[in-house]
């Protein structure tokens, strides 16, 4: 399968644990997105590398999110002390460039607890 | 920010049925994407519009972009049972590379066979 993978699948934490998610985009993807959706919701854009580059990130990622994407290739977005208000599906897409389609992963399902 | 309302939110068809959905923004988009989404999955794109006026189909189908820019419709004719889950639409502003999309809330849709 080359498509876009996420893991874990699933994360059951307690508030205030850290948490890592790692997304491996497409092979070649120079673009890569992170992005949140809550139920009922719409994905809503965290931020966005180009290579590994990290270029924009969105009011929505406070201090205690970090996101990497050491060698252009896959990427890790990590939470601390996480919150309640963290619970979300977060979704990490990637794309050749800014102009082409930008494919999902099956994102990560966070329950904080 | 840029807000996308998406209408209707649900819909309850019966199969053979057409569906129109569409999405109105209050700025203008270069691009306009729509997106199918099943349960545990991340979004699927559909169809990509890159011009004011443009009609695409994707076989059953057909999305427009909006003449102002600011606005687009999604059809699905003869829908089937497999036509059921989520569709977002999702805007690209204008005199931007960065390729992040801004998403609607979705339309839930249900077919009934």
């Known amino acids: 399968d080359t498509g876009v993978s996420q893991d874990p699948r699933h994360k059951i934490t307690k508030r205030g644990q850290n948490v890592t998610f790692r997304c491996d985009p497409i092979?070649?993807?120079?673009?890569l997105y992170w992005y949140r959706q809550t139920l009922g919701q719409g994905p809503e854009f965290l931020t966005y590398f180009q290579n590994e580059a990290q270029l924009e990130k969105s009011r929505l990622l406070s201090d205690r999110f970090s996101a990497e994407r050491p060698k252009g290739s896959f990427s890790t977005l990590e939470i601390q002390r996480t919150e309640q208000g963290d619970s979300a599906m977060y979704l990490c897409a990637s794309s050749l460039t800014a102009y082409n389609e930008q494919f999902f992963g099956p994102g990560t399902r966070l329950t904080v607890l | 920010g840029q807000q996308l309302n998406q209408s209707p939110q649900s819909m309850f068809i019966q199969e053979g049925e057409d569906v129109s959905m569409n999405c109105t923004s209050s700025?203008?988009?270069?691009?306009w994407l729509w997106y199918k989404q099943d349960p545990g999955e991340g979004p699927v794109l559909l169809i990509a519009l890159y011009k004011a006026g443009e009609l695409t189909s994707n076989g059953r189908l057909t999305a427009q972009f909006g003449i102002t820019r600011k606005d687009s419709f999604l059809n699905i004719s003869a829908s089937i049972p497999s036509d059921v889950g989520i569709y977002f639409c999702a805007g690209q502003p204008y005199n931007t590379n960065a390729g992040k999309s801004t998403f609607g809330d979705g339309t839930t849709l249900t077919v009934k066979p």
């Open positions: 700025s203008i988009f270069n691009t």
């Open positions: 092979s070649e993807h120079n673009r």
